[in-house]
């Protein structure tokens, strides 16, 4: 008799942050520095692509959401650097017995571009995930908050299949 197929779980993130009244916050999205730019509110790095990562592979694993592991309110995470917390995160899918296998974002932003530092993005979550994640760029044209370039929201969806 066949072997049963291994189960497989989707997840989906989404986040959003305002930029940041201080011109001199860095701007951190999936783990890379962009230089030049302002950074994003928040409590910790508000890595807006990291968070959206995050939440996707725990909603896959059925851990619940980032608040609840990494709560806003803990001083210790205060300026955190969310690539470290995603690590955290993805030693926790793994050991609820889920195994990632990829993930695919949309960021929607007017400002600065993506592609310029997309590989280097891929990099650094794909290291920290220990599987494929792809982030697309997506201009908001104009429209509502994120097209007069008042923040940036990410869109995440992760697959993570049992371990065996
Ligand atoms: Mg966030």
């Given at each position: 008799?066949?072997?049963?197929?291994?189960?497989?779980?989707?997840?989906?993130?989404?986040?959003?942050?305002?930029f940041a009244d201080d011109p001199a916050r860095p701007l951190v999205l999936g783990g890379v520095t962009f230089p030049g730019a302002v950074g994003l509110a928040g409590h910790s790095d508000a890595d807006v692509i990291a968070h959206a990562v995050t939440d996707a592979l725990l909603g896959a694993a059925g851990l619940g959401d980032?608040?609840?592991?990494?709560?806003?309110?803990?001083?210790?995470?205060?300026?955190?650097?969310?690539?470290?917390l995603l690590g955290r995160a993805?030693?926790?899918?793994?050991?609820?017995?889920?195994?990632?296998?990829?993930?695919?974002?949309?960021?929607?932003?007017?400002?600065?571009?993506?592609?310029?530092?997309?590989?280097?993005?891929?990099?650094?979550?794909?290291?920290?995930?220990?599987?494929?994640?792809?982030?697309?760029?997506?201009?908001?044209?104009?429209?509502g908050a994120l097209g007069r370039s008042e923040g940036v929201a990410c869109i995440a969806v992760a697959l993570v299949v049992e371990a065996t």
């Open positions: 008799m066949p072997a049963d197929p291994p189960r497989i779980r989707v997840g989906q993130g989404f986040d959003v942050h305002p980032i608040g609840q592991h990494f709560p806003d309110t803990d001083p210790a995470l205060a300026g955190a650097d969310s690539i470290v993805v030693a926790a899918v793994r050991e609820a017995g889920w195994v990632p296998q990829n993930v695919d974002c949309t960021v929607v932003l007017d400002a600065p571009k993506l592609a310029p530092h997309r590989d280097a993005v891929h990099e650094r979550l794909s290291t920290a995930v220990g599987a494929p994640v792809t982030v697309k760029g997506k201009r908001p044209e104009g429209l």
